[in-house]
């Protein structure tokens, strides 16, 4: 529920809405995660649903639309290393990528390269991706990534890729 652990609505419940800072740290942790989140609606007693957590769920939503309607750079494709190009230097701080799922998740092990200044570096490793991974990584500049699958049971297709920058990301990684 968005009132933390109060399955019913009660009156002065207000304090146990999720702050927009735990809801996001939520969305990171399952959407993130190839899982989705579910926020429960508790109506009030006219069967409405609260003021308060209705402007709750619209600061949520804007706050990842800011973080996620606007990318730097995004591309698609199949193979085991995908490329995207960035028009310049870029930094980035937020990499989404989305595996076509259509025939099952096939991506077992990968890393993401960026092109930076000094040279190719590792930037993060995952192992599974599915209908979408966020990869929070420190902001870093770079001119290309590259995904690189090194373990699949199928040549990888990879629906969407796509970088962001984030000022409020939170330090936390995954």
Not at 32 to 51: F, K, M, S
Request: hydrophobic share 30%.
């Amino acid at each position: 529920p968005i009132r933390n652990h109060s399955w019913f609505w009660h009156s002065n419940e207000d304090h146990l809405l999720y702050d927009l800072t735990d809801l996001v740290e939520m969305y990171y942790q399952s959407v993130g995660r190839n899982a989705i989140l579910t926020l429960g609606a508790v109506p009030d007693q006219n069967g409405l649903i609260p003021q308060a957590d209705m402007q709750r769920y619209t600061e949520f939503g804007q706050e990842i639309n800011r973080r996620f309607s606007d990318p730097i750079g995004e591309t698609s494709g199949t193979g085991y290393t995908i490329t995207l190009t960035l028009p310049d230097h870029s930094f980035i701080n937020q990499i989404v990528i989305m595996e076509n799922i259509v025939s099952g998740e096939h991506i077992r092990k990968y890393h993401i390269r960026g092109e930076t200044i000094s040279g190719w570096k590792i930037l993060c490793k995952g192992s599974s991706i599915g209908h979408k991974r966020i990869q929070r990584i420190p902001p870093v500049e770079v001119k290309s990534i590259q995904l690189v699958c090194t373990e699949s049971t199928v040549e990888p297709h990879i629906r969407n890729m796509s970088v962001f920058f984030s000022e409020e990301t939170n330090d936390k990684k995954n």
